[in-house]
């Protein structure tokens, strides 16, 4: 029996138990008896030597050996067996305690970080919701977070329809199939297009207009839940100022702390509102028609990316929407590295044609010498659409304050880095309009469908009442460009008379950053 138990739990007889508490087994008469038995398993007695005629006499004159008394050896077992279940129970329970344990604190870490609770979701208005979830959470507690959130949605005992912003797909079941619109994280790769927003402020429309109590609910990266917020608030003549949208997203918002967006969702918004308010004849008569060209690209000063912090190599890629259109270079040895001290960099675009929403990425080439390949280190990325532009610049210049700038790169470029993009106008046509520039006047017209009664509706109108502009932007004649010029913080815009008295009467609150001016003509 003592054998079996012994291999069962991988133990050697003739030695100390690993992870086992020996303290009952040590000192007293079962250790003797433990030994004696584990002994007596494990070795056969051996049979006494024989003995010689002539020492028996001697033998026999001295006392026999005090037998040991019946009851102690009849208990033997039984006590030894007893202590070694005891000290084998003790130290399993131990162990998995400690494994519970260090698997709760594990669990409770991971739960922390990624939020396996479900999203917070944030009510702008009583048809709009935003369920923003962090990047990068695992598939389990995404999954998680997907049922948390489909469970508070039920309690509402509305209908809702959810539109799904982040790249990963929806795995619960839902009584209205989710519209998906994947976007990239902020500053990871081609940045949200204005197609997308149109696409998704269409796809609401057309909902909350025919379902009069539905919601909409925004899941994705908070930032771009809040893009998309702000991106409907304007579609549906709510706001006509962006940083109209920011205030009420922020008042909703109460103690969150409001992310910091990239320059190019500034732009996209700008374009929202162009396409909201302006009549499809006057967007057709101000761009132009013609195909882009990219030539090429220069940086300066040259950022001090490498880990000598001497200068970068860099590699431009070219996107056209969502498809990789152009790379300078292909492998490690093609790239050029480019020190500081010679002031620019200029790349070859090869003359690449473009036709629809063109995003460029800057990255440093790294060279990994485990694996042999190379490694792109991402410095700044910007977009336009070529059909905002006026058909006569060809060259836009970009200071660092208007590029989606990678946070880790920002303090190895200089306050005064631009970048340059040199174009050509070719001889073709990007065909006629597309359809994300005629505005859905039957369903996204009426502001009113935010909201679920005239109450709430007046309420917010009064709240815009305060800091209504007097007129629209002025029309861009290159993207991104809107009436306030060459300023990261514009002023606010005059308020009416009869808002300007109360306006007096409480502080100033923090204005969050309208749109910049993200283009500048050089014309050189």
Do not use: W
Request: hydrophobic share 35%; aromatic share 6%.
């Amino acid at each position: 029996m003592i054998e079996a138990l012994a291999a069962a739990y991988g133990i050697d007889p003739d030695g100390p138990i690993k992870g086992v508490d020996t303290k009952n087994l040590m000192g007293g008469p079962a250790s003797v008896a433990v030994q004696s038995i584990v002994s007596s398993h494990a070795q056969p007695t051996k049979p006494p030597p024989p003995q010689s005629s002539q020492s028996a006499p001697q033998k026999a004159t001295q006392a026999p050996p005090r037998p040991p008394p019946a009851a102690s050896a009849s208990k033997a077992p039984e006590e030894t067996a007893a202590a070694m279940f005891g000290a084998l129970k003790g130290g399993g329970l131990s162990l998995l305690k400690n494994f519970k344990e260090k698997t709760a604190a594990v669990v409770s870490t991971v739960q922390s970080t990624y939020g396996s609770k479900g999203p917070t979701i944030t009510q702008i208005t009583s048809r709009l919701l935003l369920a923003p979830i962090l990047e990068g959470v695992p598939d389990v507690l995404a999954h998680q977070a997907e049922e948390a959130l489909k469970s508070h949605l039920a309690m509402a005992r509305r209908p809702y329809l959810v539109i799904n912003l982040s790249t990963r797909d929806l795995r619960c079941e839902y009584s209205l199939r989710p519209h998906s619109e994947p976007m990239n994280s902020p500053c990871t790769s081609v940045p949200p297009s204005l197609d997308a927003a149109i696409r998704v402020a269409k796809t609401a429309g057309r909902y909350l207009s025919h379902d009069k109590n539905g919601m909409i609910v925004l899941y994705g990266v908070e930032e771009n839940c809040i893009l998309m917020a702000a991106a409907l608030l304007l579609y549906f003549k709510l706001c006509i100022r962006p940083y109209q949208c920011f205030e009420i997203i922020n008042k909703s918002r109460a103690d969150q702390v409001m992310p910091e967006l990239p320059p190019s969702y500034h732009n996209l918004l700008d374009a929202v509102v162009m396409l909201a308010y302006r009549e499809i004849k006057d967007i057709a008569s101000k761009i132009h028609n013609k195909t882009i060209e990219l030539t090429s690209l220069s940086i300066a000063p040259i950022p001090a990316i490498n880990r000598s912090g001497t200068g970068c190599r860099p590699l431009v890629e070219v996107f056209v929407g969502d498809t990789k259109v152009f790379a300078t270079a292909q492998r490690y040895d093609e790239t050029t590295e480019f020190q500081k001290e010679l002031g620019y960099a200029r790349l070859e675009l090869g003359n690449t044609a473009i036709n629809d929403e063109v995003t460029v990425i800057v990255s440093h080439a790294r060279h990994s010498s485990l694996h042999g390949s190379m490694s792109l280190v991402p410095i700044f990325t910007f977009n336009f659409n070529p059909r905002f532009l006026d058909g006569q610049t060809t060259s836009l210049v970009f200071p660092k304050h208007q590029l989606d700038v990678d946070k880790d790169a920002d303090q190895k470029m200089d306050s005064g880095f631009k970048a340059s993009l040199n174009i050509q106008y070719g001889n073709g046509s990007l065909g006629g309009l597309p359809d994300s520039f005629r505005y859905d006047e039957e369903n996204c017209s009426r502001s009113a469908n935010m909201f679920s009664d005239s109450h709430e509706y007046g309420e917010a109108l009064r709240l815009l009442d305060a800091a209504s502009p007097t007129e629209l932007p002025d029309f861009p004649s290159l993207p991104g460009h809107t009436s306030f010029k060459n300023k990261a913080t514009p002023s606010r815009p005059p308020a009416p008379a009869s808002a300007q008295a109360k306006e007096q009467k409480q502080p100033k609150q923090d204005q969050h950053p309208a749109f910049f001016s993200l283009y500048e003509t050089d014309y050189s």
